[in-house]
């Protein structure tokens, strides 16, 4: 879903990789399903990419 939503913003993981002060290599674990994103990275993610926590505490991959 991550993967989805970053693609729907029409956005690069290594935008978001940037905007996060994470590595791309930690995003695109976030996509794969690999590990999850911490709180504070889940805030982040949600007002970057305009949605709520709750979708992003909801997907894989």
């Known amino acids: ?3 989805a939503l ?3 913003r029409g956005v690069k993981q290594k935008w978001l990789a940037s905007k996060m002060g994470v ?3 930690t995003v ?5 399903g690999k590990t999850m994103p911490s709180p504070d990275h ?3 993610l949600s007002a970057i ?6 979708v992003l ?3 894989n991959g």
Do not use: D, R, Y
């Not at 695109?28 to 794969?32: G, R």
């Not at 990419?49 to 709750?54: A, C």
């Open 1 to 3: 879903m991550l993967k």
């Open 6 to 8: 970053i693609k729907a």
């Open 23 to 25: 590595s791309e290599v």
């Open 28 to 32: 695109s674990n976030w996509c794969s």
């Open 42 to 44: 889940l805030e982040k």
């Open 49 to 54: 990419l305009e949605v709520e926590i709750s």
């Open 57 to 59: 505490k909801n997907t």
